[in-house]
């Protein structure tokens, strides 16, 4: 089958930076999208790894590594503002108008 | 303002009773899909559609309908709701299922069935 692995929660301290992890099982995929989701809010877009490698926004950085079925998404300078809960994403190959999300991590900032 | 318009945002409904979740987005987008979100489950896709009356299933179709007759809308039909369908719903845009990373999400619906 196809999935994709989160921790459920992550804890850290304003100003420090977070690493979220993605891995996953699924055979081929077009690349690893990363959501953010506020509590009561939409999901909103942050990153895309189409390559292997590190994409880097701002405090936001994303990487992939097909090799190593495994990507995650770093956060830096933490602020109160980016607890939230956040979500990997893939488009599999064998059914590209499908998107599958993972379960997501809720990062929870403490001052 | 590019944007994916849901309505409506918050509906409490009973068992049997029909009810249509519309969506609507203003970016010209091919692709639409309709999400919902429980609990511990993340995101599970309910159905997608490629371009006008091109629709599919996702992963958890079981009692949902859509159809897709303009470009634009993309609305997500409940013929006979039942308790197991409270949740929340979202709707997304793409401009194409396969290049694009990005899917633009409306802000959701909060459907309650009693």
């Known amino acids: 089958g196809q999935s994709l692995e989160q921790p459920s929660e992550v804890t850290a301290v304003e100003g420090a930076i977070v690493q979220i992890n993605c891995t996953y099982q699924t055979s081929g995929f077009y690349g690893l999208s990363w959501y953010q989701q506020h509590d009561g809010g939409a999901p909103t877009f942050l990153s895309y790894n189409a390559l292997d490698g590190l994409e880097e926004t701002g405090r936001f950085s994303s990487f992939l590594s097909r090799s190593d079925s495994y990507g995650y998404l770093l956060l830096q300078e933490l602020q109160m503002k980016d607890s939230a809960s956040y979500f990997c994403a893939v488009r599999p190959y064998s059914s590209a108008s499908k998107i599958i999300f993972g379960s997501g991590t809720r990062l929870s900032i403490r001052p | 303002e590019a944007q994916v318009t849901q309505n409506p945002r918050y509906l409490i409904t009973v068992t049997g009773k029909k009810l249509t979740v519309t969506c609507s987005q203003n970016?010209?987008?091919?692709?639409m899909s309709w999400y919902r979100q429980d609990p511990g489950l993340g995101l599970r896709q309910i159905y997608y559609s490629m371009n006008v009356e091109v629709t599919d299933k996702g992963d958890v179709p079981e009692g949902y309908k859509v159809s897709r007759k303009e470009k634009r809308n993309f609305p997500l039909i409940l013929e006979s709701p039942s308790p197991n369908q409270t949740s929340l719903y979202f709707c997304a845009s793409q401009p194409d299922s396969r290049i694009s990373g990005e899917l633009f999400f409306g802000e959701g619906s909060r459907l309650t069935v009693l």
């Open positions: 970016m010209n987008h091919e692709y």
